[in-house]
């Protein structure tokens, strides 16, 4: 059963870059899946942010690629989500995600506040 | 920028059907997916590949997609599936969640 954990700072600064990790267990992030992040504003919809392949191929939300980075750390089984120049509106959960079906996987969610 | 668009709110008595519909340019061609997410939880995917329910989901839950429309329907609906339903599929330019719909079963 793979596991997902979300982990980074709750709180970011207007115009400062937002980061987050996702640790991996219970699988290798070497296998055949795409990676992703997903982010939900409070009390408002889902939002593909974008994904990551074990080689390091990327896909990204055209609205937030000009701000987005994700990379992967094979030796630590953890991929990473960089979201630069924040604002108000990037407040959100985000979540880290396997959504290759059949088996999907999601973690529990961490809020990011962007606030100073 | 791509757009898939479901109604925000669906409402039945339970033991009804509901269905939940999702419209977008690009279903004709590739598969639409189907998330229920239940107040400060996950998401959980109820169906896949427009029609395939993964292990686990109850078989009230089925899927169809015809042209540009995927239809999501649980026949039978209880009170516990109360909950907002996105779908979800892509296009050239990578992934997308509809806006999501609010089901109520009352």
């Known amino acids: 059963q793979v596991q997902l954990q979300e982990s980074g700072p709750g709180l970011v600064k207007p115009s400062g870059t937002l980061s987050l990790t996702c640790a991996v267990s219970g699988g290798s992030i070497s296998s055949s899946n795409w990676w992703s992040w997903v982010r939900q504003p409070p009390g408002k919809g889902l939002e593909w942010i974008g994904e990551i392949y074990h080689s390091g191929s990327t896909n990204y939300n055209p609205s937030l690629k000009s701000r987005v980075t994700i990379s992967v750390d094979k030796s630590k089984n953890q991929f990473s989500l960089k979201l630069s120049s924040v604002t108000a509106a990037d407040t959100a959960v985000y979540y880290c995600a396997k959504l290759t079906a059949p088996k999907v996987y999601w973690g529990q969610g961490t809020l990011v506040t962007v606030s100073s | 920028s791509y757009e898939l668009t479901q109604p925000p709110s669906v409402s039945v008595s339970p033991g009804q059907t509901a269905r939940i519909t999702c419209s977008g340019d690009a279903l004709p061609k590739k598969y639409a997916y189907w998330y229920q997410q239940k107040s400060g939880q996950a998401p959980v995917l109820v169906i896949y590949?427009?029609?395939k329910r993964p292990s686990g989901i109850p078989e009230r839950f089925s899927g169809s997609s015809s042209g540009t429309m995927a239809t999501l329907t649980i026949s039978g609906a209880q009170v516990e599936d109360e909950a907002d339903y996105y779908c979800y599929s892509t296009d050239s330019s990578g992934w997308r969640f509809g806006g999501g719909t609010k089901l109520t079963v009352l």
């Open positions: 590949e427009d029609s």
